[in-house]
Structures are given as C-alpha cells and as structure tokens.
C-alpha cells in the first residue's frame, strides 16, 4: 500500500519561509513524477508545482513562480517544497501526489495523494 505522509506545515508570519517534505513508501521512487498541490478552504485543490522522475523537468504554478522550488532526494523517496516570502493567500492544506507518468500539472493524472500538511500565513 502505498503511502505518503506531508510534513512541514505550520503557522508562520507573512514573508516567512517553509520547506515541506513529502516521504513516500513507493517501492520505486524514482519512477514516478511527483507534485505538490494545495487547498484552501472552500476552494478547489489547485496545482502548486511537479518535478519529474530525474529532476530535470519542474513546472510551476504561474501564481507561484518565483517564491516555491520543488526538488527531490530519490536515495529518500522524499520530495520538497521551498516556499518563500509566504503571504496570507498562501494559506492552505498542503498536498503531494505521485504519478507513474510524465510531470503533470492536471490534478486527475496523479494516483496517490497524502493526507496533507496544514500551512497558515498570518498577516
């Protein structure tokens, strides 16, 4: 069975940094693309980043770039999310998923997902 557990989160001021870790029990990690997505209260889980099987492909959330990095440590089965200069409308659950094919920014082409890590941004 396979399992993901999201770590990280917290309650942080604006302007603050976190960095989210993403352990995954896949029997082989580096086959699979993984992603982060998050979701705020009464709205609908949206796309945050995706890194590929090797790292060499990463994409972002337009709204994102510039402040998050996703990165990857296939000798820990561990994905991470650097975000930076955090604001309010950051808030949200944070979530990572795996998929088996390439890195996606479509919600519907992951297989698993965490149960999340919650990230609260005062201002």
């Known amino acids: 069975q396979v399992q993901l557990v999201e770590s990280g989160g917290g309650l942080v001021q604006a302007g603050d940094s976190l960095r989210l870790s993403c352990a995954a029990s896949?029997?082989?990690?580096?086959?699979?693309?993984m992603g982060w997505f998050r979701q705020a209260p009464g709205k609908e889980r949206e796309f945050v980043a995706t890194?590929?099987?090797?790292?060499?492909?990463?994409a972002y959330a337009d709204s994102l770039k510039g402040r998050i990095t996703i990165s990857r440590e296939n000798a820990k089965n561990t994905v991470y999310l650097q975000m930076n200069s955090l604001r309010p409308e950051d808030t949200a659950v944070y979530y990572c998923a795996d998929s088996a094919g390439l890195p996606t920014t479509r919600l519907y082409d992951y297989d698993h997902w965490g149960q999340g890590t919650q990230v609260t941004v005062s201002s």
């Open positions: 890194i590929g099987r090797r790292a060499v492909h990463t």
């Open positions: 896949l029997r082989t990690f580096s086959n699979y693309a």
